[in-house]
């Protein structure tokens, strides 16, 4: 079992950056697959990123390639969502959760474990 707590969200400009970090409790961390999701309101939520448990394997939606690196620290129970070259279009409550399996990444409802979320707002 896994328990998650993301932090780092906040108001940044256009063009921006922030770093959001999720902080995970439990022995068995680096057995989970992890990704950030994002949602706003009236929407589904949706992946932003994932990441392999071993980090050897990683996806990102479109919207996000080229502005967006997920990364972990199975040392530290930490995974990370650096962000750069924020848009408007980003601002969303960002989420993340941990799943077991690779081949499920992008399905939103093999997610077990889900943090409480942090805000992201991107001002234009």
């Known amino acids: 079992q896994v328990q998650v707590a993301e932090s780092g969200g906040g108001l940044v400009q256009a063009g921006g950056s922030l770093r959001l970090s999720c902080a995970a409790s439990?022995?068995?961390?680096?057995?989970?697959?992890m990704s950030w999701f994002r949602q706003t309101p009236g929407k589904e939520r949706v992946i932003v990123a994932g990441?392999?448990?071993?980090?050897?394997?990683?996806y990102y939606a479109d919207s996000v390639k080229g502005r967006f690196t997920i990364s972990r620290d199975n040392a530290k129970n930490m995974m990370y969502l650096q962000m750069n070259n924020l848009r408007p279009e980003d601002t969303a409550v960002y989420y993340c959760?941990?799943?077991?399996?690779?081949?499920?990444?992008?399905?939103?409802?093999?997610?077990?474990?889900w943090g409480q979320g942090t805000q992201v707002t991107v001002s234009s």
């Open positions: 959760a941990a799943n077991p399996r690779w081949s499920a990444v992008t399905r939103t409802e093999t997610y077990s474990y």
């Open positions: 439990g022995r068995t961390f680096n057995l989970y697959v």
């Open positions: 990441i392999s448990s071993n980090s050897g394997s990683t």
